[in-house]
Each structure stands twice: as structure tokens, then as C-alpha cells.
């Protein structure tokens, strides 16, 4: 793999408001390449969908980017003017909105809607918008005739097939969706989701979707990114994640969900709730919640580690925490792993072996 | 408040809440307009003491009509509901009704409207408790009200605060002890964890357990959420299209799901920690309700449909610990031999793949 398909580079934002910065986002750096399927999951008010926004350069005020870029197929968007931009949309990366079921034009019939997106990049023929129009409205599986049909006249889940057929007309090599499904019930989510995904895999577009369903990211996508307070809290491939999360916030919503199958287990969550981004902790961000809290937690502000190809925002996977964490009765698994990673960390070689098995180990015990 | 006189005594046999043909219509459109939204129909639903049952359907199934016909929020169109063997709907004087909803009160899905900005948090709970419990006095009420607080996991001390600035899930218990300040002995819980945060969910889920284990009050949860469902109910109801579909213990339901309908819903249930069931081809259309034929309302998207299905309304009928209404599966379960798995009719449906049904198909006329 040569270039990502989109870069974005320590992209900072923040809400300008009247009582002072908010800063949404510090410092986000990702990648996505062609045709893959990237998850970002996290909770409300964590930055995912302003994420999103400023990927797609739709940021509005009181939103910036106060710093940062959003390298696209080779070229920074920041700082694109309108009519720029205008033209890369749609055609080159389009954006399925959240509740996108009521982004549809109440008043102009669905083909009219396509009609107009088409004419506003410059297709002047009738009769390839209406070819096309059909062909996509059949790729996302709702009959042409449809294309006369009026928003209301259609279920949500049509509506929001609709929206992604829109988002296809010009076949971009990016799709952006903000929680596409989170309005629907769980077999029209399931049902849209393996379209989407089949859809991705068939025309070769790369996703880059927002959630907060962890069961829905683990089902669909190649890479997870778990956002925590406007920051990165942990980033690597789905399964990486999901059997061997790093992150003590990121273990804490691995067993904040019950599960439908398999034998029942006790839930904890998760105490407190998402800090005030205007006033955000110091040093780690999640160090009021979390269970391993260290005693220098509040005052180091952690980097983001890589660590078994999993990038970790964690004071827990930096050497020098490591040795600090030994001190304290190792309790987790967390604690345990450290405790192996500082023991071996004289045998520099070692290292990732101790970790591993210790973690395999805090794996088997989360299993009862 | 106690119960007074003696009809309202329960007979030894009789559960907590019982519901007979319970049904709600909706009349749409104008004055002359003929069309007639079935939300709920003939729904027998029991509670017991100490008891959490799970009301689970999507969206359009009629969960929440009947919290409301509970709550006595809405009129039933048919049937009744008896609270420890009175009916509700007998319920007239002041004195009853005041009774009963200090009884059964509800605690609604959405804690960012459900609180006046301009009162502090502990309003709520003190005017439920200078209401229905009259024979305290004050100093009794402000104990109560922290005693309440503390059963739903929040410090005494959220009481002198505004709504605005507590946290959805500290809102949602609040909800929950105003609720518990009155005594209940069923509570309507309608989606009370639906708009709440993954890492808060779990938290007030538990508090939903505690009330029944500590405080011994039932619990009718609503909810589309399947796993939710499983990790407090004792009971599962699932619901389709207003009609009750199957129900019985939680886990004989979801290990054993009997009706396609529950299968499907299962099946739809992304799990990271399992293995995928297999993916189903159905595109999650929604039922229509608004004057359905007879005949049972899953048929359009079920794989096992045959010709019955069209004629016959299914009653649900016990089958093992649970209850199904489904002809194939009950068929199935008297072991009654001949019967096609599939009707040559409902895969012909099937085979035009993900394009409607006709059913479906049908633009609201």
C-alpha cells in the first residue's frame, strides 16, 4: 500500500463560544485507505461526528480546525474554498448524515433529488441521470419505480437506502456516514449495514463510519478507532481490538453492552460520565473513570503508544508508567500485563511475549 | 397509600397485573376516513410480584401503546386490565385513581425533557410524596426523598440540583426515584436506557435489577433491545405488529426462539463475544397495522408461511415454558407430520430477492 486515501494529520478543533474555547477535538491523527471500512465508535459529545464534519469540511461556526490537516488523496482540504470543495463533493467523497431518513426533501420526489445532484456537477442528459438514478436505486435494493415515489410514501430504512444511493451517483472513493442506522430497528440496521458493506466491497469505496454500537463496528468494519473526550483513546483492526482491548476505557465498554448469546455475565459500566470538554481533566483525560488509575495520571498527559499494532492513548503501555505501576498491588489484568512488561523490561526482548501471555491470561479470566 | 376495602385484597392465584384482549385502535385522517390503525390487539400480558418482564418489539409494534394503556395514559379501545384483580378501568374517584397510579407509575424514555429546568431535582420527588403519602411531614418526606435517591445509586446530595446539570443517566434514576417515592409496586419503565450512553446503560440496567431484588418491585420494561432484554428480564414478551408473538422465561425464549419473528430479531443482533448467527435476507420493512386483514402479520416476511397463515389469526398457545403464536411452529410442536416446511407461495416472495414485498410494496394510499 502506497498513500492512504485520506490522511488526517493532528486535526484540532474547537467551538468558539462566549465562556471561553471548547476544544472538541486534540490532535487526531488517522488514516484510511482505499476500500477499507473504518469504525469510529465513542460516546455522545466524545467528537465523533464533529470528526466527520471536519473531514468533510463542513464545519460551521462557532466549529474550527485551529490546527491540522485532511490530506486527501494527496491534497489538503483544509482551507478549500467553497467552490473547490463543491466540486470535489459528491463526486469524489459524499456524506450519508445521521437520521439521513429525514435529509430527503419532503417536497421533490426522490428522483428529482437525485436529478439535482447530478445536474449540480454538470450532467446535462436526461437520459443518463435517469439511467443512472435507477441504477443506483437498484444497487441499494429498492425498486425504480421509486424514483417517482415522494420521502414519506417510503419506510425509514427506504429512506435511508435512498440517501445512500444518493451518496453513490457519482461512485466516490469515500463514503462518510454518521451513524447511518442508529433510527432504524435492529433487522432493517442489520439488513442496510451488509448492503453497505457488500456495496463497499463490489464498487471498491473506502467507509468511514461513526457509531456508538460497539456490536455493529464489530461486525462491519476492518478497523476500529474508539474516540474518548476529543481525543484517540485507542486505535487498531477489529479483531485486535475486540479480543485484546488495551485501553482500560475501551475494556470498560467491552463489558458496558449484554450480550444476546453465550452465557450471561454481570455488567459493570462504566462510573462518572464523559468530562466538560471546556474544562477537561488534566493530564489523561479518562483518569477521573478509570479503574487503574495511576498516581500520575492526573498530572502526565499520555501519547498515543503503538503497541502489538495497536495505537494506545494509556499511560499504562509507557515504559516509564510501567515501572511505576509495579508499586501498586496489580489487581486487573491491565496491572498484571504491566507488571510482566516491567518485568521484562530488562530483557528488552521479551517483552511483547510476557505482555502477550499476560494478557492472554486477563482474556481467559474476562471469559468465564 | 394501603388498598382500602376489601376488593382489592388479592385472590391467592391472581398476578400482580393482568391484562384480557387488551386493544387500542387509532383512528387516521379526517372525520370520514375509514383507516384505522391497529396498535394493539387482543393482548393477554400478566406481571407478577417481584417480577421483570421485557416488552420487546421494534419500532410500529405497539410497545409502547401499552405502557400508556397501563399508565391509563390512553383508554383501551377492547378488554381490560386488572391490577391485583380490580379493573383498572372501574378505577373512578380521585381517592382510586390516586392509588393506583401511586401504585404503577411510569418512567418514560427520554430524562432531557421528562424535568422542569426551573425546579431543583428533589421537586419532583417531594410533590410525588406530599401527594400520595400525606402522612408524612416534612422532615419524614425529606428522609424519604434521600432514601429513594440512595436505592437508585445517586448521592442524597444531587437533591438540591438542577436537572441541567446532572448527566443523562443521573436523570434517568432520578426519574427512577420518583418513581420509588411513591411506593410502587409496579413500575412502567418505557426505553429507559435507550437514550442513555453505553458506559451509563449498564449502570441504571443493575439499578433496574436492585429495585426488584431490594425494594421487591415488578417491572415492565420496554424495549427494542433484545441483550437488555436478557440481562435484567425474568420474562420476555415480544411483540410484532401489535400482536404478541411469543413469550415465556428469558432464556427458554432466546435459546429456543420458536417463532420465525424472534428468530429473525436474533439473528439481526450483532454480538462481538459469539460466533454470528446466520444473516438473514430481510430488509427490516415495517409492519403495517392500519386495517389489517386477518390473518397472522408476520406472514409477508416469513419464511415459513403456508396457506393458513393468510385465513387464521394465530392465538399464541403454550408450547414447552413458552407461549407462540405461529400455526407452522405450533404445528411443528404436535408433532403433526405432512406440513411443507416452506409453501411453495412464500418462496416464490422470497425469490424476487430484496425488492419489497407486495405487501410492502404498496405506497400508503
Given at each position: 500500500m502506497t498513500e492512504p486515501l485520506l490522511d488526517v494529520r493532528d486535526l484540532s478543533v474547537d467551538y468558539l463560544t462566549e465562556a471561553g474555547d471548547v476544544h472538541v477535538l486534540s490532535g487526531v491523527s488517522f488514516a484510511v485507505a482505499e476500500r477499507e471500512f473504518v469504525g469510529i465508535v465513542g460516546e455522545s459529545g466524545c467528537g465523533k461526528s464533529t470528526l466527520l464534519f471536519a473531514v468533510a469540511q463542513l464545519l460551521s461556526p462557532p466549529g474550527e480546525i485551529v490546527s491540522g490537516e485532511v490530506v486527501f488523496r494527496g491534497g489538503d482540504m483544509v482551507g478549500l474554498r467553497g467552490g473547490e470543495l463543491r466540486h470535489m463533493r459528491w463526486r469524489d467523497y459524499s456524506m450519508v448524515m445521521q437520521s439521513a431518513m429525514n435529509a430527503l426533501n419532503p417536497m421533490n420526489s426522490i428522483g428529482a433529488q437525485f436529478a439535482?445532484?447530478?445536474?449540480?456537477?454538470?450532467?446535462?442528459?436526461?437520459?443518463?441521470?435517469?439511467?443512472?438514478?435507477?441504477?443506483?436505486?437498484?444497487?441499494?435494493?429498492?425498486?425504480?419505480?421509486?424514483?417517482?415515489?415522494?420521502?414519506?410514501?417510503?419506510?425509514?430504512?427506504?429512506?435511508?437506502?435512498?440517501?445512500?444511493?444518493?451518496?453513490?451517483?457519482?461512485?466516490?472513493?469515500?463514503?462518510?456516514?454518521?451513524?447511518?442506522?442508529?433510527?432504524?430497528?435492529?433487522?432493517?440496521?442489520?439488513?442496510?449495514?451488509?448492503?453497505?458493506?457488500?456495496?463497499?466491497?463490489?464498487?471498491?469505496?473506502?467507509?468511514?463510519?461513526?457509531?456508538?454500537?460497539?456490536?455493529?463496528?464489530?461486525?462491519?468494519?476492518?478497523?476500529?478507532?474508539?474516540?474518548?473526550?476529543?481525543?484517540?483513546?485507542?486505535?487498531?483492526?477489529?479483531?485486535?481490538?475486540?479480543?485484546?482491548?488495551?485501553?482500560?476505557?475501551?475494556?470498560?465498554?467491552?463489558?458496558?453492552?449484554?450480550?444476546?448469546?453465550?452465557?450471561?455475565?454481570?455488567?459493570?459500566?462504566?462510573?462518572?460520565?464523559?468530562?466538560?470538554?471546556?474544562?477537561?481533566?488534566?493530564?489523561?483525560?479518562?483518569?477521573?473513570?478509570?479503574?487503574?488509575?495511576?498516581?500520575?495520571?492526573?498530572?502526565?498527559?499520555p501519547a498515543l503508544y503503538e503497541r502489538d499494532g495497536a495505537r494506545v492513548r494509556c499511560l499504562l503501555y509507557e515504559e516509564r508508567a510501567a515501572v511505576g505501576a509495579r508499586a501498586e498491588a496489580p489487581r486487573s489484568g491491565a496491572a498484571q500485563a504491566d507488571a510482566a512488561q516491567a518485568d521484562a523490561a530488562q530483557a528488552d526482548v521479551t517483552v511483547d511475549a510476557a505482555v502477550d501471555a499476560a494478557q492472554a491470561d486477563a482474556a481467559q479470566e474476562a471469559r468465564p | 397509600m394501603s388498598p382500602p376495602g376489601d376488593a382489592r385484597a388479592p385472590s391467592p392465584q391472581e398476578p400482580l397485573l393482568r391484562t384480557e384482549g387488551l386493544t387500542r385502535h387509532f383512528a387516521l385522517g379526517g372525520l370520514f376516513s375509514r383507516k384505522v390503525l391497529h396498535a394493539v390487539d387482543d393482548l393477554d400480558l400478566t406481571i407478577g410480584e417481584r417480577e421483570i418482564v421485557a416488552l420487546v418489539g421494534e419500532s410500529g409494534s405497539g410497545k409502547s401503546t401499552v405502557a400508556r394503556l397501563l399508565a391509563r395514559l390512553y383508554k383501551p379501545t377492547r378488554g381490560e386490565i386488572y391490577y391485583r384483580g380490580r379493573s383498572v378501568a372501574g378505577l373512578r374517584s380521585r381517592k382510586d385513581l390516586l392509588w393506583y397510579r401511586g401504585e404503577v407509575p411510569i418512567v418514560l424514555q427520554d430524562p432531557?425533557?421528562?424535568?422542569?429546568?426551573?425546579?431543583?431535582?428533589?421537586?419532583?420527588?417531594?410533590?410525588?410524596?406530599?401527594?400520595?403519602?400525606?402522612?408524612?411531614?416534612?422532615?419524614?418526606?425529606?428522609?424519604?426523598?434521600?432514601?429513594?435517591?440512595?436505592?437508585?445509586?445517586?448521592?442524597?446530595?444531587?437533591?438540591?440540583?438542577?436537572?441541567?446539570?446532572?448527566?443523562?443517566?443521573?436523570?434517568?434514576?432520578?426519574?427512577?426515584?420518583?418513581?420509588?417515592?411513591?411506593?410502587?409496586?409496579?413500575?412502567?419503565?418505557?426505553?429507559?436506557?435507550?437514550?442513555?450512553?453505553?458506559?451509563?446503560?449498564?449502570?441504571?440496567?443493575?439499578?433496574?435489577?436492585?429495585?426488584?431484588?431490594?425494594?421487591?418491585?415488578?417491572?415492565?420494561?420496554?424495549?427494542?433491545?433484545?441483550?437488555?432484554?436478557?440481562?435484567?428480564?425474568?420474562?420476555?414478551?415480544?411483540?410484532?405488529?401489535?400482536?404478541?408473538?411469543?413469550?415465556?422465561?428469558?432464556?427458554?425464549?432466546?435459546?429456543?426462539?420458536?417463532?420465525?419473528?424472534?428468530?429473525?430479531?436474533?439473528?439481526?443482533?450483532?454480538?462481538?463475544?459469539?460466533?454470528?448467527?446466520?444473516?438473514?435476507?430481510?430488509?427490516?420493512?415495517?409492519?403495517?397495522?392500519?386495517?389489517?386483514?386477518?390473518?397472522?402479520?408476520?406472514?409477508?416476511?416469513?419464511?415459513?408461511?403456508?396457506?393458513?397463515?393468510?385465513?387464521?389469526?394465530?392465538?399464541?398457545?403454550?408450547?414447552?415454558?413458552?407461549?407462540?403464536?405461529?400455526?407452522?411452529?405450533?404445528?411443528?410442536?404436535?408433532?403433526?407430520?405432512?406440513?411443507?416446511?416452506?409453501?411453495?407461495?412464500?418462496?416464490?416472495?422470497?425469490?424476487?430477492?430484496s425488492s419489497p414485498t407486495p405487501d410492502t410494496a404498496t405506497v400508503t394510499e
Open positions: 439535482d445532484a447530478m445536474e449540480a456537477h454538470g450532467e446535462r442528459s436526461r437520459e443518463r441521470i435517469r439511467a443512472r438514478s435507477r441504477e443506483v436505486l437498484e444497487l441499494v435494493g429498492i425498486d425504480a419505480v421509486h424514483l417517482g415515489s415522494y420521502p414519506h410514501q417510503l419506510s425509514g430504512g427506504m429512506r435511508q437506502r435512498a440517501m445512500i444511493a444518493m451518496a453513490l451517483l457519482f461512485t466516490p472513493q469515500l463514503v462518510i456516514m454518521d451513524e447511518p442506522t442508529s433510527a432504524l430497528d435492529v433487522v432493517a440496521q442489520q439488513s442496510l449495514m451488509t448492503k453497505i458493506r457488500e456495496l463497499q466491497r463490489r464498487l471498491g469505496f473506502a467507509v468511514l463510519f461513526v457509531t456508538h454500537d460497539m456490536s455493529v463496528v464489530s461486525r462491519y468494519s476492518d478497523r476500529v478507532i474508539v474516540m474518548y473526550a476529543g481525543q484517540i483513546a485507542e486505535a487498531a483492526a477489529t479483531e485486535t481490538i475486540f479480543e485484546r482491548p488495551l485501553h482500560p476505557y475501551t475494556r470498560g465498554l467491552m463489558n458496558a453492552f449484554p450480550s444476546v448469546r453465550g452465557p450471561r455475565r454481570e455488567m459493570a459500566g462504566i462510573p462518572g460520565a464523559p468530562p466538560d470538554l471546556a474544562h477537561p481533566p488534566g493530564g489523561c483525560r479518562f483518569h477521573p473513570r478509570c479503574p487503574e488509575v495511576m498516581d500520575i495520571c492526573p498530572t502526565r498527559e | 432531557f425533557s421528562a424535568f422542569h429546568p426551573v425546579f431543583r431535582i428533589s421537586h419532583g420527588i417531594m410533590r410525588n410524596l406530599a401527594l400520595h403519602r400525606p402522612e408524612l411531614d416534612r422532615e419524614a418526606r425529606r428522609r424519604e426523598a434521600e432514601r429513594v435517591c440512595e436505592a437508585v445509586g445517586l448521592s442524597p446530595r444531587m437533591l438540591t440540583r438542577f436537572s441541567y446539570e446532572m448527566s443523562g443517566g443521573e436523570r434517568q434514576r432520578i426519574g427512577f426515584a420518583q418513581a420509588l417515592a411513591v411506593r410502587p409496586k409496579l413500575i412502567l419503565a418505557d426505553e429507559p436506557v435507550s437514550m442513555l450512553d453505553v458506559s451509563i446503560r449498564a449502570g441504571v440496567l443493575n439499578m433496574m435489577a436492585s429495585l426488584r431484588d431490594r425494594e421487591g418491585v415488578s417491572l415492565l420494561y420496554i424495549t427494542h433491545d433484545l441483550a437488555s432484554a436478557r440481562y435484567v428480564a425474568d420474562r420476555i414478551v415480544v411483540m410484532y405488529a401489535g400482536h404478541e408473538v411469543e413469550s415465556g422465561p428469558t432464556e427458554t425464549v432466546l435459546s429456543e426462539p420458536k417463532h420465525p419473528y424472534t428468530q429473525l430479531l436474533l439473528s439481526a443482533v450483532a454480538d462481538p463475544r459469539e460466533k454470528d448467527a446466520e444473516l438473514s435476507a430481510d430488509t427490516g420493512e415495517p409492519p403495517r397495522v392500519v386495517n389489517p386483514s386477518e390473518g397472522c402479520r408476520f406472514r409477508a416476511r416469513c419464511p415459513l408461511a403456508i396457506e393458513t397463515c393468510a385465513r387464521v389469526t394465530p392465538r399464541p398457545e403454550p408450547i414447552g415454558a413458552s407461549r407462540v403464536a405461529c400455526h407452522v411452529a405450533l404445528a411443528r410442536a404436535r408433532g403433526e407430520e405432512g406440513l411443507p416446511s416452506e409453501a411453495p407461495g412464500a418462496s416464490a416472495s422470497r425469490g424476487t430477492g
